[in-house]
């Protein structure tokens, strides 16, 4: 049974950072591409950053500079390091996998519609900033 979980979302003040994990089972992990997306409130969901399986990285214009993805390819555990949180950030963050593509790839497929497209997706964890 394929299973991607999602933890480590919270509260935090704008500025500071937050590190998401994703655990993945049930798949051949080392076979897929993993990525992030989000869907604020009202919002269209929105490709985050991907990576694919040679390490290879790709992340929306917003989030470059401040969120670096990351995998225990051991562990099949994804991160998402997000650093200098801002307003905009505050969404359910979602952990995905499409196999056999590449990080422009999967960033892409998010992009255009969050999961529509992925093979594998979780429940999300929830970010929100703090006044």
């Known amino acids: 049974q394929v299973q991607l979980v999602e933890s480590g979302g919270g509260s935090v003040q704008a500025g500071g950072s937050l590190r998401l994990s994703c655990a993945a089972s049930?798949?051949?992990?080392?076979?897929?591409?993993m990525g992030w997306f989000r869907q604020a409130p009202g919002k269209e969901r929105e490709g985050v950053a991907a990576?694919?399986?040679?390490?290879?990285?790709s992340y929306a214009d917003s989030v470059k500079g401040r969120f670096t993805i990351s995998q225990d390819n051991a562990k099949n555990t994804l991160y998402l390091q997000m650093n200098s949180l801002k307003p905009e950030d505050p969404a359910m963050y979602y952990c995905?996998?499409?196999?056999?593509?590449?990080?422009?790839?999967?960033?892409?497929?998010?992009?255009?519609?969050?999961?529509?497209?992925?093979?594998?997706w979780g429940k999300g964890t929830l970010v929100t900033i703090s006044s």
């Open positions: 995905a996998a499409l196999l056999h593509a590449s990080a422009i790839q999967a960033l892409g497929v998010m992009t255009l519609g969050g999961y529509y497209g992925m093979d594998y």
């Open positions: 049930g798949y051949t992990y080392s076979s897929y591409c």
């Open positions: 990576i694919d399986s040679d390490g290879s990285t």
